[in-house]
């Protein structure tokens, strides 16, 4: 399905919904790997880590690619959830989580041997 076929508001709450698990994930890589593991970060790569965390699922969820993996109607474990809503929702984290862990592990100090 091509994304820009989509409603504008079917497109706005995708974005949103991306936007929110990127703030989730970008806390989540902060919080374990810099402040409980100890890995130092320079002021600049902590706001790279918060901007890629933010922009990689939003960037993700404008392709369309979430849409061609599950189906809007589908229904997850026979009713409640939405198939389409956990299936964007996980690939969105995903990308997140790379890209934050990512930034973290390869520009990062790593942590003193204890």
């Keep these: 399905m091509d994304p820009s076929s989509q409603p ?3 497109r706005l709450s995708d974005a949103l919904l991306a936007g929110a698990v990127g703030v989730v994930c970008c806390w989540a890589v ?3 790997l810099v402040n409980h593991s100890g890995w130092q970060l320079a002021p ?3 706001a ?3 901007a890629g965390a933010l922009l990689c699922p939003v960037t993700l969820s404008l392709t ?3 849409q061609r993996l599950a189906r809007p109607s589908a229904e997850f474990w026979g009713g409640g959830a939405s198939t389409w809503g956990i299936a964007a929702a996980s ?3 995903c990308a997140s989580l790379a890209w934050g862990i990512a ?4 520009f990062g100090t790593p942590p003193a041997a204890r």
């Design 8 to 10: 504008r508001s079917r």
């Design 30 to 32: 902060l919080q374990s």
């Design 44 to 46: 600049w790569l902590v």
């Design 48 to 50: 790279v880590v918060i």
């Design 64 to 66: 369309g690619l979430p």
């Design 91 to 93: 690939l969105y984290a």
């Design 103 to 106: 930034v973290v592990v390869l």
